[in-house]
């Protein structure tokens, strides 16, 4: 039984990673249609930036979970302004292609520059050790990581139902078009959702750093889950993507625990059973196409 | 029957001669002001032209149809004036200012207010919200108390998901909507379009009421009997041409006529 919570909560924990990256890869698949296969590279950079902060500027976790998602919110601004504007217009498939590239672009300029063995990052003074909760022995940087998503989420979603600029985002997302025709300048939010949706990979990548190894690859099969989180999550719900997210974790952590063989199909599993059942995803709006 | 006289280009041309013929536009005169102009308007889908030059004026506080078949070009003529559809030539014109340059948000904000035909109502929008959503872009803008007087259904459901209100509900909040931002040249595209008499009704009540404002309306209809209720000049849109330039009289004169031209 103890075993069985401490593996919840580090899917819980896990989860939250994936759950804060997904709602990133939702807002910028609705508000620009653009499929961000870079996600998981910003993720890593969020990581790596950490760690690079910590050895060469002596900048500490606390610091950097303020301080990355800010320098990744620049690098998204920068990224839509340079490439991926250009590319709105057409085919989605051209973004989608457009990001793939910039993936294997920045992934390799992390190689060259850190090399391919982990770099170091240790969990933050006041987070190590355990604590018992009854007879149980839980990790209290798990803990925090998943406070710390669930909250972001929160915040995210009260952004997004209770102020003006949540209410033209979602507008939005349902329609560009139709959105533009009522008077609502739809071009003027592409830039700070892209790097919004940036920040928080990153903002993942920081919480990730102390309990995975920093490498340039460690976003490689980060995206791939993240895809199947939002097909199960239904693509373009934001709801959807945190709850599938957190869901994800959860399965990936058990099946680790219980079926370690097939720890990689489970997720795959489950997507197709959400496929199956309810194509649009668990959240998704069913559209008569 | 009708059917057997479109079905080559040969005998349509025929047609449209005869019925664009005989000074029809004689009880048609344009208003003295005109708000919306539209001049030598072409429309293209890739390759497929399907409005040819299309010139069209609404003036103030006048009620304008487009009336015409299905695929007659009616929708495009309004998304082309919206800035939604872009591969057009010609000058459409809004108050004497060229919007040829202007995106479609610019477009709303001068005072064009679009009512699609799908209504366009935001699912994960509540009623208040997409009511809210347009900023108001002139002064005789309704007040939201003003439009949850005026339709006291919105007022109730305000709470709700957008698309959770009814069919003739959301025609309503798409209505109120415009009228909640203060466009002055609304575009509706069939807002009758499946809805029961009472309701349609309702519509014509309220087209008269911003007619009285100084609003002027573009109003795309198949429903003829509501469309001469409520219009002063109509035109007929046939395979992207009009063909046809009437005043409420003459339609009403010519109904049967018309009406076994549109296939009705
Ligand atoms: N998105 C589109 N792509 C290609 N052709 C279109 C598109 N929308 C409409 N059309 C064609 O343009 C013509 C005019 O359509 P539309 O403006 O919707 O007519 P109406 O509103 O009068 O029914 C039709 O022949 C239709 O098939
Ligand atoms: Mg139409």
Known sequence: MSEFIQYTLQGLAAGGFYALSALGLAVIFGVLGVVNFSHGACYMLGAVLSAVLLAELNVGFWAALVIVPILMFGFGVLMERLLVRWLLELDPLYNFLLTFGLTLV????????????????????????????????????????????????????????????????????????????????????????????????????????????????????????????????????????????????????????????YAQIVIFVLMAIVVLVRPSGLFGREEVA | MSDDTTDTAGTTTTEQASLSGAGSTAGAEPGPSRMLEVAGLSAWYGEARVLTDVSIDVAPGEVVTLVGRNGAGKTTLLRSVMGLHRQTEGTITLDGTDLAKRSADARARAGIGWVPDDRGIYASLTVAENLLLPPVVHADAWPLERVYEFFPVLHERRDFPGTKLSGGEQQMLAMARVLRMGSRLLLLDEPSEGLAPVIVQRIGEIIREIKGQGVGVLLVEQNVTFARAVADRHYLLAQGKVVEHLGNDDFKAREGELLTYLGM
């Open chain 1, 106 to 261: 920045i992934v390799e300029a992390v190689k060259q520059r850190y090399g391919v063995s982990g770099l170091p990052y240790q969990v933050p003074a006041g987070l190590g050790g355990q604590v018992t909760v009854g007879s149980v022995n839980l990790s209290v940087y798990a803990i925090f990581a998943c406070l710390f998503s669930v909250v972001v989420c929160v915040a995210v979603g009260l952004l997004l139902t209770k102020t003006r600029i949540g209410m033209i985002v979602r507008a939005a997302t349902e329609s560009p078009d139709r959105t533009r025709a009522l008077g609502i300048n739809v071009g003027l939010w592409v830039t700070p959702v892209f790097g919004f949706g940036i920040a928080l990979a990153g903002l993942a990548g920081v919480l990730a750093a102390p309990t995975r190894a920093i490498t340039a690859e460690m976003g490689s099969n980060f995206i791939i889950i993240l895809f199947a989180v939002v097909v199960i999550g239904g693509l373009g719900s934001i709801l959807g993507a945190v709850v599938a997210g957190f869901l994800v974790g959860l399965v990936e952590a058990y099946g680790i625990a219980y079926a370690p063989t």
